[in-house]
């Protein structure tokens, strides 16, 4: 199983260094493991493209082999609990903050519905570490940003809904009623930190919608700072509309045109526990909280 596990996690971070950082092994141990695996059965599984490892013509086969042997490994030991009576008691999910306060209302009616079950939230920094937290298995499901032709192909993206995006801004700011994005840049923003998944998404929605580079005011990960430096006067910030509809002290403005993202779900192929699938179920039935009217 480990062997799977090692090929199957080359194959999707692309480097032996980048899979021993997920899995919490040596890179000598998945370097032998997967020589061992070529010379025993006698195939080159991966080869070099540029800087990254990709599975060669016949390595694709052995991964997707190993993708669906790990599944059913995954399937007998859900059947196996629960012909042994021992009903999933822990779910796993893998989120950012601030995605993470989408779910809320989800969340709680699970919990009520399903009294002996503990369910763990995994901060994540951005939305790429969602995906890295499901493709290791360090959670069965993650919740994010899913970004059209960008997301891994080798996990299974479940849309949820597509939320607005508003510039939440200090009390009688300049600004018109429905904002753009060059207004967007002569504000003092408040930021995500650089290198962030979710800085790289309103740094790329700058550059190509805007002519100059952002007054930067204030830069922290925590939301919380980042409504009370709005109150303080010392910026504006990018959020969800359906988070900060009602918010006291401070001006939500819509942009023009509209700019919204599609959030939803991820999962590794497989069976699901059935917490998780009735968790996306909840979500999918409350996602008209998700819109702010």
């Known amino acids: 199983m480990q062997q799977l596990r090692y090929l199957v996690a080359v194959s999707d971070?692309?480097?032996?260094s980048a899979a021993a950082r997920s899995l919490h092994v040596t890179q000598p141990a998945i370097s032998r493991s997967i020589r061992s695996f070529e010379v025993e059965h006698g195939v080159t599984v991966f080869r070099l493209s540029g800087r990254r490892l990709v599975p060669t013509e016949a390595g694709i086969t052995v991964v997707d082999a190993a993708r669906r042997a790990l599944a059913a490994i995954d399937a007998v030991e859900l059947e196996a609990r629960a012909a042994g009576g021992q009903a999933e008691l822990e779910l796993v999910i893998a989120t950012t903050p601030t995605n993470g306060l989408l779910l809320a209302a989800a969340l709680s009616e699970l919990g009520r519905s399903e009294p002996g079950l503990e369910i763990k939230v995994q901060r994540a920094g951005d939305a790429d570490e969602v995906l890295q937290m499901v493709q290791d298995g360090r959670a069965e499901i993650g919740f994010r940003e899913l970004i059209p032709g960008?997301?891994?192909l080798q996990l299974i993206s479940k849309p949820l809904?597509?939320?607005d995006i508003v510039l939440v801004s200090p009390r009688d700011s300049d600004l018109p009623v429905a904002v753009s994005w060059h207004d967007v840049v002569r504000q003092p923003l408040i930021l995500p930190p650089a290198g962030s998944g979710r800085r790289?998404?309103?740094?790329d929605q700058i550059a190509r919608s805007a002519l100059h580079a952002p007054q930067v005011a204030l830069v922290t990960e925590d939301r919380g700072s980042w409504v009370a430096a709005a109150r303080a006067g010392m910026g504006s910030f990018l959020s969800y509309r359906c988070l900060v509809d009602g918010l006291d002290g401070v001006d939500v403005r819509p942009f023009e045109p509209p700019a919204t993202v599609m959030v939803g779900f991820v999962h590794r192929a497989g069976p699901l526990s059935r917490q998780a699938t009735l968790l996306m179920?909840?979500?999918l039935k409350s996602k008209a909280l998700l819109r702010a009217t």
């Open 150 to 152: 960008g997301d891994d």
């Open 200 to 203: 790289q998404l309103i740094d």
């Open 281 to 283: 179920e909840l979500a």
């Open 13 to 16: 971070l692309g480097s032996v």
């Open 161 to 163: 809904a597509e939320v």
